[in-house]
């Protein structure tokens, strides 16, 4: 068992706060390949991501989502989106690889949050305005990433009445 993976899953936390310190190009490069290793349903792989590392944008997508104030301290933004018309499992596999690009930052000791874009239409609207999003792709989420200004403590949230075993 690999228990630094693990400790590394604990590890990651929501988090809000950042330094002025900009994510290099190298990490940058490293999340986006974090993401694109998730599985997806018959390897269609659905996904597109926007890389955001303009002030202004940032700041944009911090007006655009109600809860999104996070984005006018971070210095990156990935904004994954899906395109439903390539798979009807694109939630799911979109979802696959954000998850990959939360525990990748975490790796690389960034801190993140995922702010969900997807169902709420009014979100998806404004993001695919601040974005210029085709109509077909759909605005999953948005990745608000930087140094961290916060330290959280490592924490499972294991709840043994969530768990059914053998049946409900």
């Known amino acids: 068992m690999n228990k630094e993976l693990l400790q590394m899953i604990f590890a990651r936390r929501s988090i809000r706060k950042y330094t002025a310190v900009s994510v290099d190009e190298a990490d940058i490069e490293r999340l986006l390949k974090a993401a694109m290793s ?68 975490t790796a690389l000791g960034l801190g993140a949050v995922w702010l969900g874009v997807h169902p709420r239409e009014k979100r998806c609207a404004a993001v695919r305005r601040v974005l210029n999003i085709p109509e077909n792709v759909v605005p999953l989420n948005l990745i608000s990433i930087g140094h961290p200004a916060e330290k959280k403590k490592a924490r499972t949230q294991y709840d043994e009445t969530r768990v059914h075993r053998g049946n409900w």
């Open 38 to 105: 998730a599985p997806s349903a018959s390897n269609i792989k659905p996904w597109h991501f926007i890389v955001v590392t303009s002030r202004r944008t940032l700041d944009a997508l911090a007006k655009a989502h109600p809860h999104g104030k996070m984005l006018a301290n971070a210095t990156l933004c990935i904004a994954v989106c899906g395109v439903p018309d390539e798979s009807r499992y694109w939630e799911q596999d979109c979802s696959a690889a954000t998850e990959n690009l939360l525990l990748a930052a």
